[in-house]
């Protein structure tokens, strides 16, 4: 068991993370320091990704993607892996896991970076929009929110998945705003509210809600 921290969160909180302007501002035993804080929390991120990974259905999804903690030019200002079910490990589709100053997200999405390389079209994977209805009769619908991908970053207020169904002209004007872009859907623990949580049960919960829906893709 991982405990979620505010620890995890605090590391995102600087306001620089390019390592050039890092580097100006200070001295090297500082930048020292700060990169093995980065390094170690992420170094939990990834063995708490490597733990959920093994907790679901064997067989079911690919090996999980952890990004790192560096793109060699700056510090990340968010941890993120996916995972794809086995049969859709070529499509743009997948469930992706996130951890930010912000939040811990585990949401369904369309990968739009290095789309070219990958099946599918974002047209294809917004048909699911349909099957959300259905869909969620199958889960606590508390902290669940969908988004649109173009119009909203991730520190951004989203629309409560429990409003987006109660209300059609929600769902309306949501459709309309989406035109080219694709939605999100998932689940958030914010960083006020992140005591006494499993991130491995958490995480592992969220995925196996979302894979239901994720699996219709198969079918369209």
């Known amino acids: 068991m991982t405990q979620l921290t505010d620890e995890m969160f605090q590391i995102f909180d600087q306001p620089e ?26 170094q939990t991120w990834k063995a708490v990704n490597q733990a959920v990974a093994k907790k679901l259905p064997a067989g079911e999804f690919a090996k ?17 892996a996916s995972y794809r079910l086995q049969d859709l490990a070529d499509a743009n589709p997948c469930i992706g896991v996130m951890l930010d ?12 970076y290095k789309s070219e390389k990958r099946r599918m079209a974002p047209e294809q994977y ?17 902290d669940w929110y969908i988004w649109n991908g173009e119009m909203s970053s991730e520190f951004d207020k989203h ?10 002209d929600i769902q309306t004007q949501f459709k309309s705003d989406l035109k080219d872009a694709t939605f999100l859907i998932g689940k958030f623990i914010f960083r006020d509210q992140q005591h006494d949580v499993n991130m491995e049960d958490f995480i592992t919960q969220a995925i196996m809600d979302l894979a239901p829906l994720y699996e219709n893709l198969d079918k369209k």
């Open 159 to 168: 629309t409560k998945l429990n409003d987006y169904l109660k209300q059609s």
């Open 126 to 142: 917004n048909k699911l929009l349909a099957d959300i209805p259905s869909w969620s009769k199958q889960i606590d619908l508390q």
């Open 17 to 42: 993370f390019s390592f050039k302007k890092i580097k100006m501002q200070h001295t090297e035993a500082e930048v020292a320091e700060l990169k093995d804080k980065f390094k170690g929390v992420w």
């Open 64 to 80: 999980v993607h952890v990004e790192s903690w560096t793109n060699g030019w700056n510090l990340r200002d968010h941890y993120w």
């Open 101 to 112: 100053k912000k939040q811990l997200q585990v949401y369904l999405m369309f990968q739009h």
